[in-house]
Every structure is written in structure tokens, then in C-alpha cells.
């Protein structure tokens, strides 16, 4: 079984539809993180959360919203989808106790169309 | 403004030589550096990183070189087997902490 699974895998809306997309982990770990890629582009970070009560922007975070439900659980919201977030989006895990160097468990991706 | 740059999108190498993949970065604040692979329709896996104290680390196949001077790093794989065919990124954080910044990617292909 996946640790860090994401749903839905792919996801095709319209633009102004509120969507949401979901991220669990069994890992156990702390902090969690959501990225997008673009095609050709390296992953942006969008938000990250250290534990259920820290909420942190990251660097492209206009346009979404998270919550952090639980310690497994990380919500991506878009409240108003438009064209130019259409994008993969990815969910991430780390581990603060036994980390060394920030190694982040990605999620299988979320592939978002916005017509 | 690219803080981390890989300049080749892509690379072919043949199978059992060396494969080499450069990364530069801009931020001298970054201290700690990882490389992930990517398979198409999957997310990517963790590699292998290094501190900006070292500047090897190894492990098995896979050796990442750091040359802070240059703001340079690079990921050699020995020997280049199909399986590695794959997106590589370069990937940099501060503190260990916040989030990674990531390179656009080289798409590694291993020739028969």
C-alpha cells in the first residue's frame, strides 16, 4: 500500500468551480507539503504544514487555500479554478525526528485540467 | 529568477557508462541539497543528498559532488543501467525545514 496516496489522480473542471484535492499519509510524519509542476518546470511550492495547527504560504501560494484536518491529512484547495492552474500537483511528506536533510515523500500526483 | 538551474534538459547515455548531472544554484543560503527521480505518471523518489559541509557523499551507484565555490553540484551514476532512465532533479533547502526549491529537470535516457 502507497505510503502518501492523493485523490483524485486526475480531475478535469471549469473555470470559477471550487475543487478540492486531497492528500493522506500513513507515514506518520509531521510535516506535509503540497507542490505543482508545470510542464517543463521544475515543482513550486504552494503551501506546507509543520504539524496540524502551522500553516506556512509557500512561494506560489495566491489562488489556494489548505486545511490540515489531522496529522495524516492535507487539503489543497482551489476556491476559484481558472485556466493557469492546470498543472500536476503533488503532496509530500517529511519526518522532523529522523530527517537530515528535509527528504520529502511524494504522493503519486494529482493531474488538474481547468477548461 | 531560477535559485536552482539545470541547464540540460536532457541527456543519453549508454548503458554501462557514467551518466553526469549538473545543477547550479544562486542561493549561497541553501545548506542542504537532494536529487529525486521521476518515472512518467508517478511521484518522484528521493536519491541522494548531501550537506554543504561535504562535498561527496555516496551510495552505491549514486554519488552526488558538491563544489560550494562554484555554487555547482553534480549526481554521477555508475554503471548506467535502463532502469535509471527517468527525470533527475536538483533540489535545495534552507535550515532543512521549509519547503525544497527545485530545478526544471534532466531527462536521463539509457541507450542499449
Known amino acids: 500500500d502507497a505510503d502518501v496516496t492523493q485523490t ?7 473555470t470559477g468551480k471550487r475543487i478540492m484535492l486531497e492528500c493522506s499519509q500513513t507515514k506518520g510524519h509531521d510535516r506535509m507539503y503540497w507542490y505543482r509542476q508545470d510542464p517543463g518546470l521544475g515543482l513550486r511550492l504552494i503551501y506546507y504544514s509543520f504539524d496540524v495547527k502551522d500553516i506556512n504560504k509557500g512561494e506560489i501560494s495566491d489562488g489556494y487555500s489548505v486545511s490540515r484536518q489531522a496529522q495524516a491529512k492535507f487539503s489543497l484547495s482551489l476556491e476559484s479554478a481558472i485556466p493557469n492552474q492546470t498543472a500536476l500537483y503533488f503532496c509530500a511528506t517529511s519526518d522532523d525526528r529522523t530527517s537530515k536533510y528535509n527528504e520529502q515523500f511524494f504522493g503519486p500526483g494529482t493531474r488538474l485540467t481547468v477548461l | 529568477d531560477q535559485q536552482v538551474k539545470q541547464n540540460s534538459p536532457s541527456l543519453s547515455v ?3 557508462r557514467i551518466s553526469i548531472l549538473n545543477c547550479d544554484y544562486t542561493n549561497s543560503m541553501f545548506d542542504y541539497f537532494l536529487w529525486y527521480k521521476k518515472y512518467p505518471a508517478e511521484g518522484p523518489t528521493f536519491l541522494i543528498s548531501i550537506s554543504s559541509i561535504k562535498d561527496k557523499n555516496e551510495d ?5 559532488f558538491l563544489n560550494k565555490s562554484a555554487k555547482h553540484l553534480s549526481l554521477h551514476i555508475v554503471p548506467s543501467q535502463p532502469g535509471d532512465s527517468a527525470v533527475y532533479f536538483c533540489a535545495a533547502s534552507v535550515g532543512g525545514a521549509d519547503g525544497l526549491t527545485f530545478g526544471k529537470g534532466t531527462h536521463l535516457i539509457i541507450q542499449p
Do not use: A, H, L, Y
Open chain 2, 60 to 64: 552505491g551507484r549514486f554519488t552526488v
Open chain 1, 8 to 14: 483524485p489522480r486526475n480531475r478535469i473542471t471549469k
Open chain 2, 14 to 16: 549508454q548503458e554501462g
